[in-house]
């Protein structure tokens, strides 16, 4: 299979990668029969991914799957505005956002969380206002589609020292991990009462739209967004729905359908399967060939160590769809020097940037599609 060509194209994400520890697990059962008149997160809509409608269906869905999710490793910075006043949190509130970051932390991901204080620092960045309910951008969509630093890409519009409050802390940080709405899987076979789930979220506390209702619950996700995932109803990124919407499957009929709370065993599956520990990179040398023999959605790491200062390009060989990015490591900290995505396109994956000597620099390349397993090669020159 003849190489793709190189081409430069941003791919932007961050910083560091953590130790793995222990998962936690759901605390208590899912209840149905109580009350699901809550408020609920609203997703901002966000464009696509414009592929070829020619492109094979099988490297479509995968470049769909993982196109919104981070490169593993990275560390993304969060901002909490202070203006203007209305976005401001309290203590708590900005507390129990660190606290749901930190539950995300403990399961042992790939990725680490840092707060920092200026937003043309962050990834994400968040704001506490209660007129606008509660929300975020999926994962890399916060900066592919909002990164003016003036702007939020998280927002909570209630009181998260609440059970409720604490689910929706870690419900929105899922989304910035790139996860979508787990009641609009395409697997789980719902059939909803659309008249009744209109009616529903037309009315307060929610008084959606039509057209946010069918955005945030009505319509189905792309299935290759779920990579044909069952349907967990006990997802922390499960909405509460209330009796008389859901026609299927029979059973969530008549009582409400209230998720257990906290994140589910297969929350966390999902989240340490894409975000696992990395371990020890081996070693990138100039003009020795690296075989890319991995399969899609995994992920090869390379520690680079320049002998001279000079201008090095780094490139992969062959019919890939990748994602590769740099980072110059800092008192043991990476942190972002550059990317390229080059899934969907005819080119293949290039980074030229000047390295300097007695540096440590990462690269990290994760494979969305190869048409022919073990067919890539990444060189550095």
């Known amino acids: 299979m003849a190489s793709k060509k190189p081409r ?6 961050s910083r560091k990668a953590s130790p793995r520890k222990t998962a936690s697990k759901k605390t208590a059962p899912r209840k149905t029969g109580e009350s699901a008149e809550v408020k609920i997160c609203a997703l901002p809509p ?5 592929l070829a409608p020619t492109m094979d269906p099988f490297r479509a869905s995968l470049i769909r799957f993982m196109d919104k999710k981070w490169v593993n490793g990275t560390a993304l910075s969060y901002y909490f505005f202070r203006k203007p006043a209305a976005w401001r949190g309290a203590d708590n509130q900005e ?6 970051f930190q539950e995300w932390k403990d399961l042992g991901l790939g990725l680490v969380f840092n707060e920092v204080d200026a937003p043309e620092e962050a990834e994400i960045r968040i704001g506490f206002d209660h007129r606008d309910g509660s929300w975020s951008y999926v994962g890399r969509d916060a900066i592919d589609h909002a990164s003016d630093p003036r702007k939020r890409t998280m927002n909570f519009g209630w009181d998260l020292t609440t059970p409720y409050g604490r689910d929706t802390a870690l419900h929105e940080i899922g989304h910035a991990l790139g996860f979508p709405h787990e009641h609009q899987n395409p697997n789980a076979g719902i059939v909803w009462d659309e008249a009744a789930v209109i009616a529903n979220f037309s009315g307060p506390p929610n008084n959606w739209p039509e057209d946010q209702i069918r955005h945030n619950i009505l319509r189905k996700i ?7 995932s069952e349907w967990d109803p006990d997802s922390i990124m499960h909405y509460r729905f209330g009796p008389g919407l859901i026609t299927l499957p029979a059973i969530y009929k008549t009582p409400s359908l209230i998720p257990a709370p906290g994140l589910s065993p297969i929350d966390i599956d999902r989240a340490v399967a894409f975000y696992p520990m990395i371990n020890r990179e081996p070693r990138l040398r100039p003009y020795e060939s690296q075989r890319i023999s991995i399969l899609p959605g995994e992920q090869l790491n390379f520690a680079i160590e320049p002998e001279r200062s000079r201008l090095c390009s780094m490139q992969t060989f062959g019919g890939m769809d990748t994602v590769m990015v740099l980072f110059e490591e800092v008192d043991g900290q990476p942190f972002y020097m550059d990317g390229d995505d080059d899934s969907g396109s005819d080119f293949n994956a290039k980074i030229t940037v000047r390295l300097r000597r007695g540096r440590r620099y990462i690269l990290r390349l994760r494979l969305y599609y190869a048409m022919q397993q073990g067919e890539g090669v990444l060189m550095l020159w």
């Open 8 to 13: 430069k194209k941003k791919a932007k994400t």
């Open 46 to 50: 966000s464009p696509e991914r414009d």
């Open 95 to 100: 507390q129990a956002v660190r606290d749901a």
């Open 222 to 228: 792309d299935p290759s967004l779920v990579e044909g």
